[in-house]
């Protein structure tokens, strides 16, 4: 079962995610990714980091809550873990595997897109 709240994998989902979907649409054509899906990715992006805002702000309110007079419960139970937020990170992943398993698959690229670090 899914958290109520934002974990610390969401966020580093998050920031990963966000970078992948900004450098996307650049890449889509060398790996074949039609600019529709780039595109889309982009757009339910900003949806997931919305949702993800949203949790942190509900999160907040509840840890107010718990801490004022009348004291609350935890976790909260009013925080949805929308579907978005499952469902998009697994379908960057998958386009992300589509990149790396490309015949044209580039190292560089793939630092550029997050899929890997650089070596210092």
Same mark, same amino acid.
């Given at each position: 079962?899914? !958290?109520?709240?934002?974990?610390?994998?969401?966020?580093?989902? /998050?920031?990963?995610?966000?970078? *992948?979907?900004?450098?996307? !649409?650049?890449?889509? #054509?060398?790996?074949?990714?039609?600019? /529709?899906?780039?595109?889309?990715?982009? @757009?339910?992006?900003? $949806? *997931?980091?919305? $949702?993800? =805002?949203?949790?942190?702000?509900?999160?907040?309110?509840?840890? +107010?809550?718990?801490?004022?007079?009348?004291? $609350?419960?935890?976790?909260?139970? %009013?925080? !949805?873990?929308?579907?978005?937020? @499952?469902?998009?990170?697994?379908?960057?992943?998958?386009? =992300?595997?589509?990149? +790396?398993?490309? =015949? %044209?698959?580039?190292?560089?690229? $793939?630092? #550029?897109?997050? +899929?890997?670090? !650089?070596?210092?």
């Amino acid at each position: 079962m899914q !958290p109520a709240y934002p974990t610390t994998e969401d966020l580093s989902i /998050a920031v990963w995610l966000k970078r *992948f979907a900004a450098v996307l !649409p650049a890449y889509a #054509a060398k790996y074949q990714i039609a600019e /529709a899906e780039a595109h889309a990715l982009q @757009r339910a992006e900003e $949806g *997931f980091l919305n $949702g993800m =805002s949203e949790q942190i702000t509900r999160v907040m309110q509840a840890i +107010l809550r718990l801490a004022g007079p009348a004291g $609350g419960s935890w976790p909260p139970s %009013a925080v !949805p873990y929308p579907p978005l937020m @499952r469902a998009l990170p697994r379908q960057a992943t998958m386009l =992300s595997y589509r990149i +790396l398993s490309h =015949s %044209a698959y580039d190292p560089a690229d $793939g630092c #550029a897109l997050g +899929l890997e670090s !650089p070596i210092y």
